[in-house]
């Protein structure tokens, strides 16, 4: 995983609210593993019925077509689980989205994965927005170490992060070898709970 | 004595190994629920050398991508499709999992075979690489759908990582009225809440409507939870879900048994225990409900009329609404129940049981279908329960598909979907734009309306098609 420190890069507005996960990689693309996903981005909202682009879509508008900083609407990557969002956010080369709210899971997993998510509020990100509109390919920056950003106009902002994912994504770090730290726990854990519960097996 | 504790608290208590001074907890995952796209995490524990820690807390059954018109792989026309399944029964064997393959009986969504084989247990924390994990919660569990990062990092050691989440009650107090539902609750509450109306909350879902649901209704309202951005639902077991739990294949049975009523009965939320949110619902309120956009927020009465962007002030909020006006193909003003419809989909996590065949076929019986309709169950179990019950030859007769069980059309992903523009009628929980293929229009409603739908061919108050008992 890339780890995430800091990061200079065209910003893309993406108006629409409550995005759900299909619209950012559909379920018919989710038949391989190996998919061309920075292509299945948003795959329907990009290309129309015969593979052309659309024109009026954001990222089909040269300014921002190397984008990878995305200012997105409410309730961003709401609905399935399916980690492939982030993927092709990845893949097309987005390292950061903000956005007023998110699903949950696809919050949890973005970080997994390198990229890095974090909330502002609804007003903040409505002026983003109209901002990078007026100033097509205008650029942001993030420090995630120091927990700020600039806007396309200059103007900087805080945000917050859990101090957890940061360190993560600081680092490009894979949660497994950190949990295992805690092996004396889980077994522990383990144990008790074959006393408490000791009808939880499902071999039939 | 202890501080009042919600049922929530109580789960997350006992699963909670610990928590680190940044406010991360690992919690302990009594059962671990794969399906085929569990397929690459058995992959990636092979090229790790890792092992699967707990095959015997883990549990599969193929359900996404099988085909609904046969029971063999060779039923699976597309190569990638076919090879998803095909992996099951090799990954199981080879890391000792229990899971259901294709030709097994007992095969379903793994939402439906979860509770069906008492695998659902209250108390139990459960997690699922599917968002729809949340039905589980009906049964006083806390189970929430999980990325496949995570699901892998669950297979490797039984744990996951997580920040403890805002708790939410919706109390829903009343009668339901003559044909309303539990999916009609939900919808409602979610149009009521918004599509991120509980988004980092788990939802405890109480009151006296919910308390006499039965255990598939209440299936159906924590299915949906994730529709409100609930990262989970839960209802307080209560003796309803010991009836239905009990002699089921893997409930505790014997001594096990007392001891598990024992712990269970300690689980519902105490008196004075507070929640971040509460939301009351009066169940007098809630009308058969239909979707008519493409979020689950946009629901309404079936007597209701389709919104005018005219009349929104906010223009982004109007250019939102006109978009998917246009998608949806509807005339501002316009009835619901003008809408005609081109198919029909019966089935699903949310609405897949013997309860909703049943209700479906009520309406079925004696009439026609007046479109395509297709009826897809929810477990191999439950088509074999509604076929001895004789459910089959009500929507045959009526010139229904009756087909095997699956996921099917309610997320695509096994290539039963609609083509561009079509109206469909669905039992799923997601209407978003080209969930169930590109251009598909679709409207979520319960079981009873979804047949009243077929029948008629266009959206239908189900309360002037059933008679009244």
């Known amino acids: 995983m890339e780890a995430f420190t800091r990061l200079t890069a065209v910003a893309a507005p993406f108006d629409r609210p409550n995005t759900d996960t299909d619209q ?52 961003f990557a709401c609905g399935s689980s399916r980690e492939s969002a982030v993927h092709a ?55 995630l170490e120091a927990q700020r950003y600039s806007g396309p106009d200059g103007a900087h902002y805080a945000f917050k992060v859990d101090s957890f994912r940061k360190y993560v994504l600081l ?31 499902t071999k039939a | 004595m202890a501080a009042p504790r919600t049922m929530f608290e109580k789960i997350w208590d006992r699963a909670c190994i610990l928590t ?54 060779d039923d699976i026309d ?72 995570e699901h892998y990092h669950v297979m490797a050691t039984q744990c996951l990582w997580q920040r403890k989440p805002k708790t939410m009650r919706i109390t829903v107090d009343g009668a339901l009225g003559f044909g309303v539902t539990a999916k009609d609750v ?3 509450i979610i149009g009521e809440i918004g599509a991120q109306g509980a988004t980092g909350h788990v939802i405890e879902y109480a009151g006296s409507t919910i308390r ?41 049975q014997g001594a096990d048994w007392d001891k ?53 002030a906010d223009a982004g909020k109007r250019a939102a609404l006109k978009n998917t006006i246009d998608y949806m193909g509807l005339r501002p003003g316009a009835p619901l129940g003008d809408l005609t419809v081109d198919g029909v989909f019966i089935g699903s996590c949310t609405n897949g049981r013997l309860s909703d065949l049943r209700a479906a076929a009520a309406v079925v019986k004696g009439r026609k279908a007046a479109t395509f309709a297709m009826v897809v169950p929810g477990s191999g179990q439950v088509k074999a329960q509604a076929e001895a019950e004789g459910l089959d030859r009500v929507f045959t007769e009526a010139g229904f598909e009756w087909r095997e069980a699956g996921c099917s059309m309610c997320c695509g992903f096994n290539g039963d979907i609609g083509k561009p523009q079509e109206r469909w009628a669905s039992t799923s929980n997601r209407n978003f734009v080209g969930r169930q293929g590109p251009g598909v229009r679709t409207h979520l409603m319960s079981a009873a309306m979804a047949a009243a739908a077929a029948v008629t061919g266009k959206f239908t108050d189900v309360r002037t098609l059933e008679e009244k008992t």
């Open chain 2, 20 to 73: 680190r001074d940044d406010g991360q907890s690992l919690l302990y995952v009594d059962r671990h629920l794969a399906h085929e796209g569990s397929g690459r995490g058995f992959a990636r524990l092979r090229a790790e050398g890792r092992k699967l820690r707990r095959p015997d807390l883990t549990f599969g059954t193929a359900d996404h991508y099988i085909s609904t018109k046969g029971t063999t792989l």
């Open chain 1, 171 to 201: 680092n490009g770090l894979d949660d497994i070898d950190l949990t295992m730290q805690y092996e004396d726990k889980i077994a522990a854990h383990e144990t008790a709970l074959r006393t408490e519960i000791p009808w939880l097996s």
């Open chain 1, 89 to 143: 956010l990845v893949a097309y080369g987005f390292r950061a989205v903000i956005a007023p709210s998110f699903g949950d899971i696809f919050f949890n997993n973005a970080s997994k994965n390198g990229l890095l998510t974090f909330v502002q509020d609804t007003d903040t990100c409505d002026r983003l927005r109209q901002q990078l509109h007026a100033n097509p390919g205008a650029e942001m920056s993030i420090d």
């Open chain 1, 24 to 75: 950012i990689t559909p379920g018919r693309f989710l038949t391989r593993w190996d998919a061309d996903w920075a292509k299945v981005l948003f795959h329907d909202l990009r290309f129309d019925g015969n593979g052309a682009e659309r024109p009026d879509f954001i990222l089909n508008q040269a300014p921002f077509r190397d984008a990878k900083i995305l200012v997105a609407n409410v309730n």
């Open chain 2, 78 to 149: 597309d190569p990638d499709r076919r090879e998803r399944v095909a992996l099951c029964g090799p990954n199981a064997e080879e890391f000792g999992v229990t899971f259901f393959t294709l030709g097994d009986p007992r095969r379903g969504i793994v939402h439906v075979v979860g509770p069906e084989q008492g695998l659902t247990q209250p108390g139990l924390l459960i997690v699922c690489g599917d968002s729809h994990t949340s039905t589980h919660g009906a049964l006083g569990a806390f189970a929430f759908g999980i990325g496949s990062t």
């Open chain 2, 212 to 252: 006499t649901m039965s255990i598939e209704e209440r299936l159906t309202v924590c299915n949906m939870s994730i529709e409100a951005g609930g990262r989970a639902g839960m209802i307080a077991p209560d003796d309803v879900t010991y009836d239905y739990l009990k002699g089921r294949p893997f409930a505790p």
């Open chain 2, 260 to 312: 598990a009523l024992a712990f269970w009965k300690t689980l519902p939320t105490d008196d004075g225990a507070t929640f971040d949110r509460e939301v009351t619902i009066d169940a007098a309120d809630i009308a058969p409900t239909v979707t008519w956009g493409t979020s689950p927020e946009d629901a309404l009465p079936v007597t209701g009329a389709i919104p005018d962007p005219a009349g929104v």
């Open chain 2, 186 to 188: 939900i919808l409602h």
